[in-house]
């Protein structure tokens, strides 16, 4: 696990309330807001000119996160999932309940992450679970340094995190569907494709 940034209490704060900013995340710069308040993930579609139906990944600090989304999951999944978190892999679960439909935006289905960032744990344990998309505007490059991404952004978001050069591989994604695991995007991570 590694630890390469701080995050004040100002900024966890700031989070807590529904605030938006850009931090560094265990992959790239993202820009970051609560997953349980519908009003800031609203706002992060506005600022980042997303299309309204695509849904972003979330970041969670622990596996038990995943209850406050009504997602529930077996004991062979929960034993392979333990085998990939913390690290770069991103799990597309079901999610059918549509009180979260300003998350999976009708697709009924969100993608989690728990990073391996004893830091970024720790914010995630104070904020709660974070929508934590690129930061950048659709369809331009991810900022890889915080000017960028003020270029994007300017004073329209909150707070900015300078961890200077920040590049990373994206974390593999993979979706679990009918009991059966597809990879949707392959990173650094090879994970194993079966959890039976």
């Known amino acids: 696990m590694v630890d390469a940034y701080k995050f004040t209490p100002k900024i ?38 997303r299309d309204l139906k695509k849904p972003m990944i979330i970041l969670i600090g ?25 690290g770069k892999v991103s799990i597309i679960l079901p999610c059918k ?6 998350l999976h935006r009708g697709k ?16 995630l344990h104070y904020t709660g679970p974070l929508v934590a998309p690129s930061a950048n505007i659709a ?9 960028q991404a003020k270029k994007y952004f300017g004073n329209t978001i909150d707070f900015y995190v300078d961890k200077g050069k920040h590049v990373s591989s ?16 392959q990173g650094t991570v090879y994970p194993p494709l079966s959890f039976r």
């Open 12 to 49: 966890k704060k700031i989070l807590q309330q529904g605030g938006v900013g850009v931090i560094p995340t265990d992959t790239i710069y993202g820009l970051v807001g609560s997953a349980l308040n519908r009003q800031t993930v609203e706002r992060m579609y506005t600022l980042r000119q």
């Open 62 to 86: 622990s596996l038990k996160d995943l209850k406050l989304f009504n997602i529930t999951i077996d004991k062979g999944v929960t034993k392979w999932l333990k085998t990939l978190w913390p």
């Open 97 to 102: 309940n549509k009180k979260f439909s300003y």
């Open 108 to 123: 009924y289905t969100l993608a989690f992450r728990l990073p391996d960032v004893k830091s970024l744990q720790n914010l």
């Open 139 to 147: 369809g331009k490059s991810p900022a890889i340094t915080i000017a």
């Open 170 to 185: 994206p974390s593999t994604l993979i979706q679990i569907k009918h009991n059966n695991i597809v990879v949707k995007r």
